[in-house]
């Protein structure tokens, strides 16, 4: 089994620290410590639908567990009807898994363990599409993730029948760091920055991401196209971390996170808190 290893962002970071702060044409000033401990977690049920065929997610992430599963984004209805993105397993690999793994189940193959580093993940899904792969994709650092499994690691990925609709950017709950309404929620155990999600459109990796003296770094993602339900989480406001930048005032509310949840710890400024 692969590990990746986030040695992308560790060049970047020295060369961060050669060249000084004008290495990122792009800054992120803040990110969200979330942890199992205090049991921190966001949500927010939109008052209605959006695309529901067709989004994309994209987070810097670091992680500071491993071993155990941890889910990152969760659209809940029961425990046959959600979604589960960013879903960290015990392996150290990820899934995207929606409709209860019924209609969707992406698993990397490679596990993810680097507590040192910031990695961007990106999943951007489209069930209109008539390739089932490219139904659901997964980037990793820019590249996109193609060697992939089902979730018990038995077999192919499973994709989506086309057209199909997914619970998330429902006028549902959908929670950040846990799995929401049902036993066994597994927090979310890190750090999240530049949390970015888009209701209505796959994008690539590059909306959000370049490559820079061979070190994939984060820019200005503007000109998104956030769609009804999209959001933009900067975690800016220490009082406020759930705040959305994206003009949609799709706020979430933090819960057990207070001011000592907002880091200074980010892909383009490097441990600070």
């Not at 975690?235 to 509310?253: K, Q, R, V």
Request: charged letters at 15%; a negative charge; proline letters at 1%.
């Amino acid at each position: 089994m692969g590990v990746f290893q986030n040695n992308l962002l560790a060049g970047a970071a020295a060369a961060a620290s050669a060249g000084g702060g004008s290495f990122y044409s792009y800054q992120i000033e803040n990110s969200a410590r979330f942890d199992s401990g205090s049991s921190s977690y966001m949500n927010q049920t939109f008052s209605g639908a959006g695309n529901r065929r067709t989004g994309t997610l994209s987070a810097w992430i670091k992680r500071t567990g491993f071993g155990s599963q941890m889910l990152v984004f969760n659209a809940h209805i029961n425990n046959g009807d959600q979604d589960q993105l960013f879903n960290f397993l015990s392996t150290d690999k990820v899934t995207a898994w929606f409709d209860g793994a019924n209609n969707g189940d992406v698993v990397t193959k490679g596990a993810h363990r680097d507590a040192a580093g910031w990695g961007h993940f990106v999943l951007a899904w489209d069930t209109t599409q008539g390739t089932a792969s490219n139904r659901i994709k997964w980037y990793l650092n820019g590249t996109q993730i193609t060697d992939v499994e089902n979730y018990n690691g038995s077999g192919a990925a499973f994709y989506p029948s086309q057209d199909l609709e997914f619970w998330f950017n429902g006028a549902y709950e959908h929670a950040i760091g846990r799995r929401t309404a049902y036993s066994g929620q597994h927090y979310f155990d890190g750090y999240l920055a530049e949390v970015i999600s888009v209701d209505g459109t796959q994008y690539t990796a590059s909306q959000f991401g370049e490559t820079k003296n061979g070190v994939w770094i984060p820019k200005d993602p503007s000109g998104t196209s956030f769609g009804t339900n999209g959001f933009h989480l900067k975690f800016e406001n220490a009082s406020d971390l759930g705040n959305d930048s994206s003009g949609n005032n799709n706020d979430f509310t933090a819960n057990n996170m207070g001011a000592d949840h907002q880091s200074i710890d980010t892909p383009t400024t490097g441990a600070g808190g």
